[in-house]
């Protein structure tokens, strides 16, 4: 019996891994009783492995269980924390998230959710992007010490679409303008086609950890009349993400 408690917690919280969900939600996706759901839920709480978004609301993973995540490394257990906030936010905005960091001085793509549009996106996870040509390098470099962002702007700096930008006094203002307003926005810079908006993911001495974005068609993302809402959106996530990570 103990063992079958043990396997339903973990369907639980695999389950919760995609995303928040109420206990009726989760009662049905998981095929247990609503009791059974509740109880485990309770007891996982107790632990701090999930979490009421709001009192009587829907759960999610809690801070208890990224502590855990903690030990492993730390890519992947960057990956369990960003990933509820990646759901919420593709879920709010109807694009697709991710999750990158900088290494080696090029953006990693660590993670995406998938798309729920007919226009199917292409997945970048795994590869890697110039600094300069994605709004998460922006938003990222934009926090680095100027000696650092001067010797990458210093650097031969790669065209990857004709609307990659590649003047230095250009992306200067675009890193102060980055650092005022908390995200940037990129336009087919760096893949014909896609525009994305991102904001970074700062420690508590204001150095990037990661960076959050969203992106979505050009010809229908953004919205020039959401496009700030959007910016403030990923900016929230971000400094959300930064108080677990930083806690």
Not at 59 to 75: C, E, M, S, T, W
Not at 127 to 138: I, T
Request: with cysteine; net charge negative.
């Amino acid at each position: 019996m103990a063992v079958q408690s043990v396997q339903r917690a973990f369907l639980l919280l695999r389950t919760l891994a995609q995303g928040p969900l109420g206990v009726t939600e989760l009662s049905d996706r998981v095929e247990l009783p609503k009791s059974t759901v509740a109880r485990l839920l309770a007891a996982l709480e107790a632990e701090g492995a999930v979490e009421q978004v709001e009192t009587g609301g829907a759960y999610r993973i809690g801070d208890g269980l990224i502590d855990i995540a903690g030990a492993v490394p730390a890519g992947r257990s960057l990956v369990a924390a960003a990933r509820p906030h990646l759901l919420e936010l593709a879920e709010a905005l109807g694009e697709v998230a991710g999750l990158s960091i900088i290494d080696d001085g090029r953006i990693y793509y660590l993670d995406h959710t998938e798309s729920s549009s007919d226009v199917q996106l292409r997945d970048w996870t795994g590869e890697y992007a110039p600094l300069h040509s994605v709004s998460s390098g922006v938003v990222m470099l934009a926090h680095l010490p100027s000696d650092e962002q001067e010797a990458h702007l210093a650097q031969p700096l790669e065209q990857c679409t004709p609307w990659t930008n590649l003047d230095p006094d250009v992306l200067r203002e675009r890193l102060t303008q980055s650092r005022s307003l908390g995200y940037a926005w990129g336009y087919e810079e760096f893949a014909e086609g896609i525009n994305a908006v991102a904001a970074p993911v700062l420690d508590d001495d204001g150095r990037p950890l990661a960076a959050l974005h969203v992106h979505g068609p050009a010809y229908r993302y953004p919205d020039p009349d959401i496009a700030h809402d959007h910016g403030l959106a990923l900016v929230a996530a971000a400094n959300r993400l930064a108080a677990q990570l930083t806690a």
